[in-house]
């Protein structure tokens, strides 16, 4: 396979990735497939797709003004790359957007409802004015051969100054605006990071990691493509970028210093080691590989010193929309598998749309050889099944749209259970079987009387834990003379509630069909019920977790009856339903095999009469069922709530 | 087990669901690309539209056009395919699961219906079967996985009818429940990879062969090439063909059949 192939295929997995965490965010929201919260709303979509994105499309304005600005004819053949790059990073930056809103549909707005006040304003209409003057900057290079748009290019090529004027401008605009956003939140920055200066940092930066990201591109795309690298030509841009670099680093301690916060930097904590990280990938590095002439002539420091640089930008702007800030205040925040597969599936997106237009459009001064479109090429055959792929053409959109779905079935797969994530389950709780119990105490020796006809008898429990009149008659008195009288009590009663004999199966399996709680801990905690601090069970010192924890029987005697063969592996108790199965048939199943009846412990043995199996089964199902069981009810309409 | 039950109806469902109807959307896909780029390549663009149209939805019932040559064997074969597509998607049991997952739901069949379709399937693919093992004929065009096909089609209906019928025991409901899951699992996820794919190609099959088989001239001969046959005709491969062409057919070049 060809490295474009190679990577295409590769993009075309993560894109796959992303589209199925895509519909399932799009279907059940952010709270069902993400870890943002109320508290944390803003994470690595925004710090990275959306401020990285808007940084990294810095190259578009840079290189256009160089050219027609500055008239710098030299650098015309990059001119459309870079403008391509900008123009697909905005795109991008929209869409990752659109990921993070929580009503994507009311995007538009902004353009009706005015904030002027707001920066998210500026932002909102930098980004739609831009992205509108790089579509019409980039209109030209695909219309190239269609006749009927002719004129509608002759006239954008008339606005060409115009409308770089513009991207400049607006440029300038929001890539600081995206720093005077974090204005408004001094209390939230770390104090190296906030600034008031954080416009114009953002600004510099940005045009630095434009001329250092039109470096980048052209390198990885001479790799891909063969090419040879224009290490020549980009040299000068090194040379302009560490100017551009020594200004951001002189500006940013220089604030520092002004605003007497320079301790900061010894201070040790993880931050100021954040910070020389950023700062040396972003700034440092770059600056010392480009001023030494050697290695800016050299293509591969060159294209490393560009690929530090571009990671250093992006670093810092996921630094400054939430990194830096893990703990101050708010709960732990650590994106989700979903937001980053979703973050890279956007770019990977966007570098295949790149790839794209630089195959089947003049972005380059000569298109390079499409590799899978190569006449001599020879046809590919399926390594296993020696079946033909086909002209590489072919065999490169079969494999492509292979790897995506693969992609896509995994990431269903690993989603979990979105909708169960976002409504919780309707919880079904359990009542005490009715029947007799005033016997128990008065002996268990004696035999079971029978009572009036539509009466329950002496001795028998009527197990209807939901209440929905379909249960089970436990002779219980019967079953007491079989298996031994008073040593019969353990098999069930296997635990009791703290100052209690024989509690009932209800006390503690408290749902139908859900664990429950069994060591109740917010009773424990809770000032209307035992009234405990925290540390009268957790160990101090550890984390509040099961691992650390008192036993109940440390102030509980007696939980345990003597003889009790369950045992309890942790604190949760398992749904009643499963209780139930779990101690009457395990005890019918043995029974059954010993005394070769094997009807007793077929499920009609309990669910007969008016609950037997088929008619179960048909109650469940109907659309009458009430919300006994784990069913997840459909979101109501909005004409129910109102 | 209900571990293991839990997974094959969770995580194994959704990725073996989600690579079935998406491998499908893709052959679709791949294949009206295909169709696309054969019709734009070749020289020839007369396509009989009315006759694959008439000829598709005709063969979408082909009881009416094989019921004069092999009645049974059409009857049969219909009902077979009619059953199994019906029975699962309409089946009050997987439509709860469905309506769990995500809250949607659709009208059930009948549950004495259901039973009753879900033996029908289980016999049918019985007796194609057996038509195909006697018949002499149809053993000798198949290969193998064409008997194993409808073993592994019958295992999820077998099981699944014995787990919702049979009044047995919880846990022998859960030991059928189990391979009922894994065989369903098993098949969906090779759906769009075998020759099951017949769901969504057949119905395209006409088209593909009134408009994709137009080669492109001298397409034969760079296969052969590329097979490293370069200097035989394509259209020659075998002695017995020789005697049936015309002499010096050889000389007018491999593609015009």
Redesign the interface.
Same mark, same amino acid.
Do not use: E
């Given at each position: 396979m060809d490295r474009v192939v190679r990577l295409k295929l590769v993009l075309w997995v993560m894109v796959g990735l992303a589209a199925?965490i895509a519909t399932a965010r799009f279907a059940f929201g952010l709270g069902a497939t993400t870890h943002l919260s109320d508290a944390t709303p803003w994470g690595l979509w925004v710090g990275f797709d959306v401020m990285g994105g808007v940084a990294l499309a810095a190259g578009g304005f840079v290189v256009t003004a160089t050219v027609y600005i500055f008239k710098m004819e030299e650098y015309h053949s990059i001119v459309r790359p870079a403008v391509l790059t900008a123009f697909l990073g905005y795109v991008a930056v929209v869409v990752g957007l659109l990921f993070d809103l929580g009503l994507p549909w009311n995007i538009w707005h902004l353009t009706i409802y005015w904030n002027p006040r707001s920066p998210l304003f500026e932002v909102g209409w930098c980004v739609m004015l831009y992205l509108t003057v790089l579509m019409l900057e980039f209109f030209p290079v695909p219309t190239e051969g269609i006749s009927a748009l002719a004129s509608l290019r002759r006239f954008l090529l008339t606005l060409r100054i115009p409308l770089v004027i513009l991207g400049v401008a607006l440029s300038t605009l929001h890539q600081s605006s995206l720093g005077s956003l974090f204005l408004i939140m001094p209390y939230r920055l770390y104090p190296l990071w906030y600034s008031p200066l954080l416009p114009v940092l953002f600004f510099i930066s940005a045009v630095a990691l434009g001329l250092m990201m039109v470096i980048l591109e052209s390198h990885v795309t001479a790799y891909l493509y063969r090419r040879k690298p224009e290490t020549g030509l980009l040299a000068p841009l090194g040379a302009a970028t560490r100017w551009v670099l020594a200004v951001y680093v002189a500006a940013r301690f220089g604030d520092l210093a002004a605003r007497g916060q320079l301790h900061y930097l010894a201070s040790g904590a993880w931050q100021a080691k954040l910070f020389w990280l950023e700062l040396a990938l972003m700034a440092i590095l770059p600056l010392a590989l480009m001023s030494a002439t050697r290695f800016r002539r050299q293509a591969g420091w060159q294209g490393a010193a560009a690929a530090i640089g571009v990671a250093g930008v992006v670093l810092n702007r996921i630094d400054v929309g939430g990194l830096a800030d893990i703990g101050r205040g708010g709960p732990l925040y650590a994106p989700k598998w979903t937001e980053i597969a979703v973050s890279l599936g956007i770019v990977a997106a966007a570098t295949l749309a790149f790839l794209f237009m630089i195959e089947h459009f003049r972005v380059w001064e000569s298109r390079p050889a499409d590799p899978e479109a190569d006449p001599r090429k020879?046809?590919e055959f399926d390594k296993v099944g020696f079946t033909?792929l $086909?002209t590489p053409a072919?065999a490169g959109?079969?494999k492509y749209? #292979?790897g995506?779905?693969?992609a /896509? $079935? /995994? $990431?269903? /797969? #690993?989603?979990g259970?979105p #909708?169960a994530a976002r409504q919780g389950s309707v919880p079904a709780p359990v009542h005490r079987a009715r029947g007799d119990a005033g016997y128990l105490r008065s002996g268990v020796s004696e035999a079971a009387s029978l009572g009036q006809p539509g009466e329950l008898p002496r001795g028998v429990l009527y197990i209807d834990g939901d209440l929905t009149r379909y249960g089970v008659t436990f002779y219980h008195q019967r079953e007491i003379e079989r298996n031994g009288r008073e040593k019969s009590c353990v098999l069930c009663h296997h635990m009791n509630m703290p100052h209690d004999q024989d509690s009932g199966c209800y006390a503690c399996h408290r749902d139908m069909y859900q664990k429950s709680d069994a060591s109740r801990h917010d009773w424990h905690a809770s000032p209307h019920g035992a009234n405990l601090a925290c540390v009268e069970c957790h160990e101090p010192g550890y984390a509040r977790t099961s691992a650390h924890v008192k036993p109940c029987a440390d102030c509980h005697k007696n939980l345990v009856p003597a003889g009790a063969t369950i045992e309890i592996p942790n604190y949760n108790a398992v749904s009643y339903v499963d209780a139930m199965?779990e101690v009457c048939?395990g005890c019918? =199943?043995k029974v /059954?095999a010993r005394e070769k009846k094997?009807e007793i412990?077929?499920?009609?043995e309990c669910h007969k009469g008016r609950l037997n199996?088929?008619d179960t089964?048909?109650y #469940?199902?109907s659309p009458h069922a009430p919300a006994g069981r784990? =069913?997840?009810?459909?979101?109501p309409k909005v004409s129910e709530v109102h | 087990m209900t571990a293991w039950i839990d997974f094959a109806r969770g995580p194994l469902f959704r990725l073996s669901f989600a690579l079935m109807a998406l491998g499908l959307l893709r052959i679709v896909l791949l294949t009206l690309a295909g169709v696309r780029e054969g019709y734009q390549n070749s020289s020839d663009k007369i396509v009989a539209w009315k006759e694959v149209r008439r000829q598709t939805l005709g063969w979408l019932f082909p009881m009416a056009r094989l019921w004069r040559q092999r009645p049974i064997y059409s009857l049969i074969s219909f009902l077979f395919h009619a059953g199994m597509i019906v029975t699962p998607l309409f089946l009050a049991s997987h439509i709860l699961l469905w309506r769990n997952a995500l809250g949607i739901g659709w009208a059930a069949l009948p549950r004495r219906l259901a039973n009753w379709l879900t033996l029908l399937v289980i016999f049918a693919g019985a007796g194609l079967f057996l038509g195909r093992l006697l018949s002499p004929a149809a053993r000798k065009i198949s290969k193998a996985q064409d008997f194993l096909w409808p073993l592994l089609i019958a295992a999820p209906f077998v099981t699944g009818y014995i787990a919702s019928n049979a009044i047995l025991s919880p846990r022998t409901y859960q030991e059928f429940l189990l391979v009922h899951l894994y065989a369903g699992d098993l098949i969906l996820l090779m759906i769009p990879f075998t020759k099951l794919a017949h769901c969504v190609l057949a119905p395209l099959s006409q088209l593909v062969t009134a408009v994709a088989w137009k080669f492109p001239a001298g397409a034969g001969d760079r296969v052969a090439e590329t097979l490293g046959f370069g200097d035989r005709p394509t259209w020659l491969p075998k002695a017995r063909l020789t005697a049936e062409l015309p002499e010096g057919a050889a000389g007018k070049g491999g593609s015009e059949r």
């Open positions: 199925a020879l046809p033909w $086909g072919v959109r079969v749209s #292979l995506f779905v693969f /896509a $079935g /995994a $990431g269903f /797969a #690993l989603l259970s #909708l199965h048939n019918h =199943v /059954a094997p412990a077929r499920c009609a199996f088929s089964r048909h #469940l199902y784990l =069913v997840i009810l459909p979101p | -």
